[in-house]
């Protein structure tokens, strides 16, 4: 008789552990502040910090990335600082136009963006974007584009097989703040 009231506690102890197991989050969301981006956002892993120059729109520009990958996704924040007000627009239309290329893709969702603090622009858009990576595997990048002042933001989930979800995609579009 023992017995048979250990094994239901075993079966309930059992189970208590797939289910903490199961629940255990792949993604572990933190604010970061990345340096001089005057932005604040989540990300679901510790971005790491890169720096490199780019070709956009006929001119070579400083890009800093703030990027990390968790839950089969890259999670990633570019800036870029334009030194002439004329060529914000162009250089965010080239932007967009680079992810596009990049990807081989196709936009299929697009609808323009207004953050707090943002400065209207008719290239600032949420878009979604499904192409092919190098490697020939499909892939989809969720992106942002906005403007403030003279520097140009592209916030990007970049994943494939349904990775990382809507709810992933979501929680990081929708806690980019600019200070």
């Not at 059992?14 to 792949?26: I, N, S, T």
């Not at 510790?46 to 956009?56: F, I, K, T, Y």
């Not at 002042?149 to 979800?165: D, E, H």
Request: glycine share 8%.
């Amino acid at each position: 008789m023992h017995l048979q009231r250990a094994r239901p506690r075993t079966v309930v102890v059992m189970a208590l552990a797939l289910g903490v197991a199961a629940c255990a989050p792949a993604l572990d969301w933190r604010e970061a502040r990345p340096e001089s981006s005057g932005v604040v956002l989540m990300f679901p892993c510790r971005p790491q910090d890169h720096e490199r120059n780019v070709a956009l729109a006929g001119a070579v520009v400083p890009m800093r990335l703030h990027s990390c990958s968790a839950g089969g996704a890259n999670f990633a924040l570019a800036t870029l600082e334009t030194g002439d007000p004329a060529r914000v627009t162009p250089e965010l239309a080239a932007l967009r136009g680079q992810l596009l290329d990049n990807l081989a893709g196709t936009a299929t969702e697009q609808h323009p963006l207004t953050l707090a603090g943002s400065t209207p622009n008719p290239q600032s858009a949420r878009v979604r974007i499904v192409g092919k990576r190098p490697d020939g595997s499909p892939v989809v990048a969720d992106a942002a584009f906005f403007v403030r002042g003279l520097t140009l933001y592209q916030a990007t989930v970049l994943g494939s097989n349904g990775a990382p979800g809507d709810t992933a995609v979501g929680t990081f579009f929708d806690a980019i703040r600019l200070l």
